[in-house]
């Protein structure tokens, strides 16, 4: 989905600066989802289904209500519904939704192979551009947050995009349009870390001590952010990452190793061919043949 | 008359290993060319040779397969020659007098010296570790069965594998062009006895000795 209305700022596999002269000078977007306000009705689910034209298959009752079980190439987006008995004894049903997180610094983007397969517009957005897809999975390994699946149709990488498309022409994304309670919100990133700091202010007025905004550093924060009840238990909300960030082994893979093996690989016939020149080739005289006839 | 019953001729390699030998040198290659693509984006375009990127991606695991496979019967062929012994490590030590052909230094070799012993011990390391972890990042059939976690540690060392054994790998093309009459012995089977003294000495009178009765051990 190359969008020439939105300027990249990263390419995945690419050397090179991205043209960078036109930035979002408005301020980077950012979708807030307040858990505290969802009240698990799915019309995100179902305004980005109808928005992407995308229809799953009809699974399986899982024993909740949570619908398809998990993220899919054709699910961008899912609540996640999770019980959780807190110390008091009374039962939280704490709904997320679940879905990109559209990282600062994505690790799908620095694990990707295929130029131009993944980028990142100066918004902010991390968008897949299928066309490019190679379907290796690299992305489902670099990713902190297991979010891009591989379909088995036509084995490319898919994920929520944040809605580019809409964005780029000035709409909120689909679900933001959907939410019936103010739940999910869109705008600046700046306007909606004020606007989660009133909200965790308020949570914290009616008892909620560990409110707070999920905008985690590790992966230089994100543009999708929850308002969290419990901030200092992320993983209550149905495993949510306490501290998301790309792997060691993924950064040393995409990162050192790269550089060092190609120049280990050049140095390596460098000193074979001046090996060549300096030494010369180790070759059999006639007198190595006369003593071989004698030694025998 | 063969190559092979010529009087100067000393049989070094059998048409079957030969055979193998280069086989695997074609997996090897193609299995290179196609992984550094997905390695480094200023090789991705090797991904042309292969018919694109999606290409690369569905054909490497199998190229990597089949030259993991010819490899490991090559090296089941080649095993029992390529044991390190002591005087091995005394010609490592005096890599000095090899790099600069001073074999008269050296102690006396037979089929195989420290180096190639050496060599044929990282390709055995190195291939078992990319075959391993090929497999489990071989996303369309297998890596369904493993954690992210095992996934992203396979991902880096199918990546240092790779590195050393194309490392690995120049060296032996340098060391077989450097030393004259080695392609010869691997494309026509045969070395002369001269080659055979000057590289291999022990080996030589190992052959000459059970070759030919009359000029045994005395």
Known sequence: ?296 | MSDNQRRDSLVRYSAELRTNHWLNAIAFVLAALSGLALFHPALFWFSNLFGGGPWTRILHPFIGLTAALIFLMLAAALWGDNRMKPADWQWLKQWRDVVNSREDRLPEVGRYNGGQKLLFLVLVIGMVGLLLSGLVIWRAYFSHYFPVGLIRLASLVHAVCAFTLICAILVHIYAGFWVRGSVDAMVRGTVTRGWAWKHHRAWFRQITHAANPRTGPN
């Open chain 1, 1 to 296: 989905m190359a969008l020439q209305s939105l300027d990249i700022v990263r390419r995945s596999a690419t050397t090179m600066p991205e043209p960078s002269v036109r930035q979002s000078y408005a301020g980077k977007v950012a979708k807030l989802i307040d858990t505290t306000k969802c009240i698990g009705c799915k019309a995100c689910q179902v305004a980005c289904m109808e928005w992407n034209d995308l229809r799953d298959e009809i699974g399986t009752n899982v024993g909740g209500y949570q619908n398809p079980a998990d993220l899919s190439d054709r699910s961008w987006t899912l609540m996640r519904f999770a019980e959780y008995e807190n110390p008091k004894g009374d039962l939280e049903w704490l709904i997320r939704k679940d879905g990109c997180m559209h990282c600062a610094d994505p690790g799908c983007l620095k694990a990707c192979p295929s130029p131009g397969a993944i980028v990142q517009y100066s918004n902010g957005i991390v968008d897949f551009h299928e066309e490019n897809c190679i379907g290796c999975g690299y992305c489902v390994t670099g990713c902190p947050f297991d979010i891009p699946r591989i379909s088995k149709k036509d084995k490319k990488a898919y994920k929520c995009t944040l809605c580019s498309d809409r964005v780029a022409v000035g709409l909120e994304p689909a679900c933001i349009k959907a939410c019936p309670t103010g739940a999910l919100v869109f705008g600046t990133k700046e306007d909606m870390q004020q606007h989660a700091a009133e909200r965790v202010a308020d949570l914290k007025s009616r008892g909620f001590d560990q409110a707070g905004l999920y905008d985690p550093a590790g992966v230089g924060g994100t543009h999708v952010m929850y308002v969290l009840h419990h901030a200092d238990q992320p993983a209550l909300y149905s495993g949510l990452a306490p501290d998301p960030h790309i792997s060691a082994m993924v950064s040393l893979w995409k990162g050192a190793s790269k550089p060092v093996a190609l120049a280990a690989m050049a140095l390596t016939a460098l000193v074979g061919f001046f090996h060549f020149v300096r030494v010369g080739r180790n070759e059999v005289t006639p007198a190595d043949e006369a003593a071989a006839e004698k030694g025998s």
